[in-house]
């Protein structure tokens, strides 16, 4: 069964980056949809950017818009979350999903753990 890993997270100052990974050891990400999610303490989760495997098409919730920039390498089965400009409201733990389906408001049929973001001073 496709599982995903996500990596890259941490503690982060206000302004600053990160970049996360979502890697699929042993599997081919190359034909399916890839989004990520976050999920901050007492809050529902929220998908944030998805990448179509064609084109490759992306979309972005309007929270992280110009800010983050999701890509993928299907060469090496990994996706990336590209954060600039974090900001203490993006603390968060961070998920990685795949479907069969694009978009940010479809089911994703393989889950990652997750990586915890903090964004502080």
């Known amino acids: 069964q496709l599982k995903l890993v996500e990596s890259g997270g941490g503690l982060v100052q206000p302004g600053g980056s990160l970049r996360l990974s979502c890697a699929a050891p042993?599997?081919?990400?190359?034909?399916?949809?890839v989004a990520w999610f976050r999920q901050a303490p007492g809050k529902e989760r929220e998908s944030i950017a998805c990448i179509d495997w064609r084109d490759p098409s992306t979309y972005y919730a309007g929270s992280v818009k110009g800010r983050f920039y999701i890509s993928r390498v299907n060469a090496i089965n990994t996706v990336y979350l590209h954060m600039n400009s974090l900001i203490p409201e993006d603390t968060a733990v961070y998920y990685c999903?795949?479907?069969?389906?694009?978009?940010?408001?479809?089911?994703?049929?393989?889950w990652g753990q997750g990586t915890q973001v903090t964004v502080s001073s």
């Open positions: 999903a795949a479907g069969e389906d694009y978009g940010l408001d479809v089911p994703y049929d393989y």
């Open positions: 042993g599997f081919s990400l190359e034909h399916y949809a």
